[in-house]
């Protein structure tokens, strides 16, 4: 099988969504499948708009046996979709729909959104995401859950944890919905001696969110990384004592299993797929915006080494029943053949 991937931006960037895009592309090739990944601008509004007249001319459908699409280079390829779809079949990966994720901007857009929708087979990564998609009159036979795996950490480094320090660790892009600066706050609001709070992600994404983020982290106790590497990723799950992310809003959110992998209890907010992936027993969750909550929540694990204890056996137990990649490789390309042979008939 033949599979052109369609995606935006850098593609060896430290996210979720490029993630998981690398690691079933990664599958996909061991399992036999030719696959060509086509970049034609970066992940930008404008640079998309720019590129999308003469990206049409670019990718020719009938050289491959399906088109996989990443949600994320929407503008791009809106114009072609429908054209595509009459010679080969298409597959959308929709990690998040920009216009859910940021209700403001769904007016704009829904001329990039409806193509989308039309493909042949949508991929959600989170039961959450299914419910989207069907709320937007998406029939429900032609929309796939796969959840992301959680064996991406491999070389994790397995270490006691530091004692004399606590250490709460939280791994995300400095973009509004991320919360980050939420965290902070909450963070500042109370006396957090003995302890340590590291911020770990990319800071450039929105420029002006992130001179407010540094702005407010600098004390003592907060400790910025930027993005590192697997192994130092690895290492910083291992040293940590509880995992924090008061995210707004998250497609599936890769960072939380990786945390239970790793026996850390949550700090999180109820919101879209969170709570299903967390379970009741591993997290405090908290409502979005809620800063004096959110506080509380981190007080609350900070001073109970007994409930961190008991949390930390339930995020194990928790992580034990979560997908792996395999899985997820395994039903992406049972999605390629389905719509391939239903083509063919």
Request: charged share 25%.
């Given at each position: 099988?033949?599979?052109?991937?369609?995606?935006?931006?850098?593609?060896?960037?430290?996210?979720?969504?490029?993630?998981?895009?690398?690691?079933?592309?990664?599958?996909?090739?061991?399992?036999?499948?030719?696959?060509?990944?086509?970049?034609?601008?970066?992940?930008?509004?404008?640079?998309?708009?720019?590129?999308?007249?003469?990206?049409?001319?670019?990718?020719?459908?009938?050289?491959?046996?399906?088109?996989?699409?990443?949600?994320?280079?929407?503008?791009?390829?809106?114009?072609?979709?429908?054209?595509?779809?009459?010679?080969?079949?298409?597959?959308?990966?929709?990690?998040?729909?920009?216009?859910?994720?940021d209700p403001s901007a769904a007016g704009r857009e829904r001329p990039?959104?409806?193509?989308?929708?039309?493909?042949?087979?949508?991929?959600?990564?989170?039961?959450?995401?299914?419910?989207?998609?069907?709320?937007?009159?998406?029939?429900?036979?032609?929309?796939?859950?796969?959840?992301?795996?959680?064996?991406?950490?491999?070389?994790?480094?397995?270490?006691?944890?530091?004692?004399?320090?606590?250490?709460?660790?939280?791994?995300?892009?400095?973009?509004?919905?991320?919360?980050?600066?939420?965290?902070?706050?909450?963070?500042?609001?109370?006396?957090?001696?003995?302890?340590?709070?590291?911020?770990?992600?990319?800071?450039?994404?929105?420029?002006?969110?992130?001179?407010?983020?540094?702005?407010?982290a600098a004390d003592p106790s907060i400790l910025v990384r930027g993005?590192?590497?697997?192994?130092?990723?690895?290492?910083?799950?291992?040293?940590?004592?509880?995992?924090?992310?008061?995210?707004?809003?998250?497609?599936?959110?890769?960072?939380?299993?990786?945390?239970?992998?790793?026996?850390?209890?949550?700090?999180?907010?109820?919101?879209?797929?969170?709570?299903?992936?967390v379970g009741d027993e591993a997290a405090l969750l908290v409502p979005?915006?809620?800063?004096?909550?959110?506080?509380?929540?981190?007080?609350?694990?900070?001073?109970?080494?007994?409930?961190?204890?008991?949390?930390?056996?339930?995020?194990?137990?928790?992580?034990?029943?979560?997908?792996?990649?395999?899985?997820?490789?395994?039903?992406?390309?049972?999605?390629?053949?389905?719509?391939?042979?239903?083509?063919?008939?």
């Amino acid at each position: 099988m033949r599979v052109a991937f369609v995606t935006v931006g850098d593609t060896k960037r430290l996210t979720g969504g490029y993630l998981y895009n690398r690691c079933l592309l990664e599958g996909l090739e061991e399992s036999g499948v030719e696959v060509e990944v086509v970049v034609p601008c970066g992940a930008g509004p404008a640079e998309q708009s720019g590129a999308a007249r003469g990206f049409g001319r670019a990718l020719d459908p009938a050289h491959f046996d399906v088109v996989v699409v990443d949600a994320l280079a929407r503008i791009v390829v809106a114009p072609h979709l429908d054209a595509w779809r009459s010679v080969r079949p298409v597959v959308a990966l929709v990690h998040e729909l920009p216009g859910v994720a940021d209700p403001s901007a769904a007016g704009r857009e829904r001329p990039f959104e409806l193509p989308l929708l039309r493909s042949d087979r949508l991929v959600a990564v989170s039961g959450h995401g299914k419910e989207v998609l069907l709320g937007k009159r998406v029939p429900s036979a032609r929309v796939a859950v796969l959840p992301p795996g959680l064996d991406g950490l491999e070389r994790r480094l397995e270490q006691p944890r530091a004692g004399e320090v606590l250490r709460v660790l939280c791994v995300a892009q400095w973009i509004p919905r991320k919360g980050i600066l939420d965290l902070v706050r909450a963070w500042r609001r109370k006396d957090r001696s003995g302890a340590v709070l590291t911020l770990v992600g990319e800071t450039h994404a929105d420029e002006v969110y992130a001179a407010e983020v540094r702005e407010a982290a600098a004390d003592p106790s907060i400790l910025v990384r930027g993005p590192v590497d697997d192994v130092a990723l690895a290492g910083l799950y291992a040293s940590a004592d509880l995992f924090a992310l008061p995210s707004r809003y998250e497609g599936y959110g890769i960072v939380y299993a990786e945390a239970l992998s790793f026996g850390l209890p949550v700090v999180a907010c109820a919101v879209g797929p969170v709570p299903g992936v967390v379970g009741d027993e591993a997290a405090l969750l908290v409502p979005p915006g809620e800063i004096h909550a959110l506080s509380g929540a981190l007080g609350r694990l900070l001073s109970d080494a007994g409930l961190r204890e008991r949390m930390s056996a339930a995020a194990r137990r928790r992580a034990a029943g979560l997908p792996r990649w395999r899985e997820s490789v395994e039903g992406f390309l049972g999605v390629l053949r389905d719509v391939v042979e239903e083509r063919g008939r």
